[in-house]
């Protein structure tokens, strides 16, 4: 009987399909297997947990139904605390598994850019915005379609561990590869955002999940 060779090739032999034979793929498994597809090789990489995160601002006053905030996208032209990133997609030699999403509203004074706050919307007195819905373009691929933010809300978050839960758990492993761009597109209801005098209000986006990353010791 001819035997099926399910060694995983990488410079330290480790066989990792084989150790979770008939088993879910890991996370890092995933993100290391869908990257040889791209030439990318994150064998070597060290394992990591990655957030990124970006905020853009929302004007005061109404703010029409509709209207679009695409996160990540210019990030470049952005920097610390608004977002994390240098650009909007990963650097070379690092990969993440997006596995949680969350958005927030922060408070900054205008005059000094000190951060004031950064709260759920419904801590914010938003609550209006849990109506709103996301999608995520990873490349050219819409890798997540509409959903609904209310899936933030502990009630409707089957996944939370606490009764103010304000994160969105995936069902799926969505891989992010290095140096491909990625949006995050939220388009929200209407909503009123009250002035606040000498601050300016911000969106957040968060990204989480189990990831890889440069490790110069094993890459050089």
């Not at 990792?16 to 791209?38: A, E």
Request: aromatic share 10%; glycine share 8%; proline share 6%.
């Amino acid at each position: 009987m001819r035997r099926l060779n399910l060694r995983t090739p990488s410079k330290n032999g480790a066989n990792m399909l084989n150790n979770n034979l008939g088993k879910t793929p890991t996370p890092q498994q995933v993100l290391t297997q869908k990257g040889k597809r791209f030439g990318n090789n994150l064998d070597d990489g060290q394992g990591s947990s990655v957030i990124a995160y970006d905020h853009l601002q929302i004007a005061t006053g109404l703010n029409q139904q509709g209207t679009e905030f695409r996160f990540f996208e210019n990030a470049a032209n952005r920097a610390f605390p608004f977002t994390n990133l240098m650009e909007g997609r990963l650097p070379v030699a690092e990969g993440m598994v997006l596995k949680r999403i969350w958005f927030t509203m922060m408070s900054v004074v205008a005059a000094t850019g000190e951060i004031l706050d950064e709260q759920t919307f419904a801590a914010y007195g938003l609550p209006g915005l849990y109506k709103s819905d996301f999608t995520f373009m990873n490349g050219n691929s819409r890798v997540i379609k509409p959903t609904p933010l209310s899936k933030q809300k502990a009630q409707w978050n089957w996944k939370g561990w606490n009764a103010t839960s304000d994160i969105i758990h995936l069902d799926t492993d969505i891989t992010l590869q290095p140096l491909i761009e990625f949006v995050c597109s939220l388009r929200i209801p209407t909503v009123t955002v009250p002035a606040v005098a000498g601050h300016t209000q911000w969106l957040g986006c968060y990204i989480e999940g189990p990831g890889a990353i440069l490790n110069p010791r094993t890459n050089y």
